[in-house]
């Protein structure tokens, strides 16, 4: 449970310098605010915007590193979070994404994923830092989530079945006994105790408290990529949707109601707080997807298996808070969280072509998306919007928003469910 959230700790050190420590408190703020969605009744595991990182860390990267760069990630992410809080206020959920063309749309999506794996395998990235145990456990990440192979397995046999519900908690107890190995990491140290999260050096040198408000200008640059970040999560949100949907189905005992403007505004009030008191590469998203599918299908068992879905919820993410406390758990996962970030990145990256081509609806579309997803990826989400507007005005002309096909319709309901 711990080892993904703390992997954004090398995040945070490369990108704004930051201690461990003080990385650690801020891992600690998210997880403390993970806890307000099941209290408020929304039904999910939440985690990160994984997609949009590489794009933030890109455009966070035009500043230089020290307060400017900081600045820059505390607009970002208050702009990505007063955004939607404001469409969770005033019913829009939806009508934002549904009024940008397919083409852009998978043109961002495109560009979050070939980000992702640049970021891995760029000159004096985390490739060459761990070749060795990045080659071997991403190979076995890929077949366990995604091999057809797989699959069969475990729906013959049971305990490969549970193997596959772990996610990529099996690729992190190999890659604890692979890199020191292989050289690529030290043995960890085993502490114990407590950890110790530096909450005063986040405070004083993080956040708005130490480098200041930021200026308008650069809330003005951080609004592209704001809304380039919105339509990637939104995915998240429909997928939500969904899962929960099944899980209702199947269980008639307790009334799960997933309601898409409810969810804007608790991740949105997360993402509005944090940039205030501890700016997160990572992001508050609205779900953890491959530990929203577990806890979802357990509770699909009945309730001698998971009594209520927002209990499963709620102990899930209570249990990863208390083991961020724990020291020695810190201490074993610290040496290898560089490689768990780059599994993270490359099964993001892959998921992320995949999701990124099927929003395209014509072959015109994916020529369009192609070039605005490298042009995002190598000059930021900026160059990506005026690329993608510029091409779609001379390719479709006034077709601008219909394309080939049409325009797609939303399917979200932005306010309250069926029954309130």
């Known amino acids: 449970m711990?080892?993904?959230?703390?992997?954004?700790?090398?995040?945070?050190?490369?990108?704004?310098?930051?201690?461990?420590?003080?990385?650690?408190?801020?891992?600690?703020?998210?997880?403390?605010?993970?806890?307000?969605?099941?209290?408020?009744?929304?039904?999910?595991?939440?985690?990160w915007i994984t997609p949009a990182i590489p794009l933030v860390i890109a455009y966070c990267s035009q500043y230089e590193e020290g307060p400017e760069r900081v600045q820059s990630l505390v607009a970002f992410q208050f702009l990505l979070g007063v955004f939607c809080i404001g469409l969770g206020m005033t019913g829009q959920v939806g009508r934002v994404v549904g009024l940008i063309p397919s083409s852009i749309k998978s043109g961002i999506i495109l560009g979050s994923g070939?980000?992702?794996?640049?970021?891995?395998?760029?000159?004096?990235?985390?490739?060459?830092?761990?070749?060795?145990?990045?080659?071997?456990?991403?190979?076995?990440?890929?077949?366990?989530?995604?091999s057809t192979h797989f699959q069969s397995?475990?729906?013959?046999?049971?305990?490969?079945?549970?193997?596959?519900?772990?996610?990529?908690?099996?690729?992190?107890?190999?890659?604890?006994?692979?890199?020191?190995?292989?050289?690529?990491?030290?043995?960890?140290?085993?502490?114990?105790?407590?950890?110790?999260?530096?909450?005063?050096?986040?405070?004083?040198?993080?956040?708005?408290?130490g480098v200041g408000i930021p200026p308008l200008e650069v809330f003005v640059k951080a609004l592209p990529t704001a809304v380039a970040a919105y339509i990637i999560l939104f995915g998240d949100v429909l997928q939500s949707k969904a899962i929960v949907a099944e899980a209702d189905v199947?269980?008639?005992?307790?009334?799960?109601?997933?309601?898409?403007?409810?969810?804007?505004?608790?991740?949105?009030?997360?993402?509005a707080l944090m940039s205030v008191i501890g700016p997160d590469v990572t992001m508050c998203g609205p779900m953890w997807a491959a530990m929203q599918v577990v806890v979802v299908e357990r509770f699909k068992d009945g309730?001698?298996?998971?009594?209520?879905?927002?209990?499963?919820?709620?102990?899930?993410?209570?249990?990863?808070?208390?083991?961020?406390?724990?020291?020695?758990?810190?201490?074993?996962?610290?040496?290898?969280?560089?490689?768990?970030?780059?599994?993270t990145l490359l099964i993001q990256g892959y998921i992320s072509f995949r999701i990124g081509v099927m929003e395209a609806r014509s072959q015109k579309d994916l020529g369009i998306a192609g070039v605005v997803g490298a042009?995002?990826?190598?000059?930021?989400?900026?160059?990506?919007?005026?690329?993608?507007?510029?091409?779609?005005?001379?390719?479709?002309?006034?077709?601008?928003?219909?394309?080939?096909?049409?325009?797609?319709?939303?399917?979200?309901?932005?306010?309250?469910?069926?029954?309130d």
């Open 114 to 146: 070939l980000a992702a794996v640049m970021s891995v395998f760029q000159k004096g990235g985390r490739f060459d830092m761990f070749p060795w145990s990045i080659s071997i456990c991403v190979g076995l990440a890929f077949y366990l989530v995604f």
């Open 2 to 47: 711990c080892a993904v959230d703390l992997a954004a700790i090398p995040l945070m050190i490369e990108l704004l310098g930051m201690p461990f420590e003080a990385a650690l408190a801020v891992v600690m703020l998210n997880g403390l605010l993970y806890l307000t969605h099941h209290i408020l009744g929304d039904p999910v595991i939440p985690g």
């Open 303 to 343: 309730g001698k298996a998971m009594y209520s879905l927002f209990g499963g919820s709620g102990c899930f993410r209570w249990g990863t808070n208390f083991g961020l406390l724990l020291l020695p758990v810190v201490s074993l996962l610290k040496p290898v969280l560089g490689i768990a970030l780059a599994l």
């Open 153 to 209: 397995l475990k729906a013959r046999r049971r305990g490969l079945a549970m193997l596959g519900k772990l996610g990529i908690v099996p690729v992190m107890l190999l890659a604890l006994l692979l890199a020191p190995l292989v050289g690529e990491v030290s043995w960890p140290t085993i502490e114990w105790g407590f950890s110790r999260p530096d909450f005063k050096t986040l405070w004083t040198e993080y956040t708005v408290f």
């Open 375 to 419: 042009v995002l990826a190598t000059k930021g989400a900026a160059w990506g919007f005026a690329v993608g507007i510029v091409l779609c005005l001379l390719i479709y002309g006034r077709r601008f928003f219909s394309g080939d096909e049409g325009s797609a319709s939303t399917d979200v309901d932005s306010g309250s469910s069926e029954d």
């Open 250 to 271: 199947i269980r008639s005992d307790e009334k799960i109601d997933y309601n898409p403007g409810r969810s804007h505004l608790i991740f949105g009030g997360r993402n």
